[in-house]
């Protein structure tokens, strides 16, 4: 069930993340969610496309500096507490968190938000567990 995440490093100096998303675009490959973190050198664009495969090909064939990860993504009810209830849950079985970020679309009025852990497979399980949509490559990707 893990989603296939991009990871794109980046000089952060103006027009890379233009020509990351143009390298994608011209492919006809489309974002579904993305992450920008940075640094005084450096920026990582963590990408969700509808085709990671091919993206990971098209950046590394553009000479970018890419790498493909495994994510969770997760249905959090979109509530006040919501995502804490979560977040507990993992705490409470040991899961650390790397990074999360949350998708800018919304599924059956449920929030949804990537998470980067240790072991997906054990985390998979934890919210399979106790109820909470985890949901596949495939279905992130036609989001």
Same mark, same amino acid.
């Given at each position: ?37 940075? +640094? +005084? ?13 091919? @993206? ?8 970018? +500096? ?26 409470? @079985? ?50």
């Amino acid at each position: 069930m893990p989603v296939k995440q991009i990871t794109v490093f980046l000089e952060n100096k103006c027009g890379r993340l233009a020509s990351v998303t143009r390298v994608i675009g011209d492919q006809g490959i489309n974002i579904r969610a993305f992450s920008v973190a940075d +640094t +005084t050198d450096f920026g990582i664009l963590r990408l969700i496309v509808n085709e990671p495969d091919r @993206a990971y090909e098209a950046l590394r064939k553009a000479n970018f +500096t890419v790498r493909m990860t495994e994510v969770i993504a997760v249905q959090i009810p979109d509530r006040p507490g919501g995502l804490a209830d979560v977040l507990d849950l993992m705490q409470e @079985a040991g899961i650390n968190i790397e990074y999360m970020y949350a998708f800018v679309a919304q599924v059956s009025g449920d929030a949804l938000a990537v998470f980067r852990v240790e072991n997906t497979r054990v985390a998979e399980q934890l919210m399979l567990g106790k109820g909470i949509k985890v949901l596949s490559g495939e279905e992130v990707y036609n989001l």
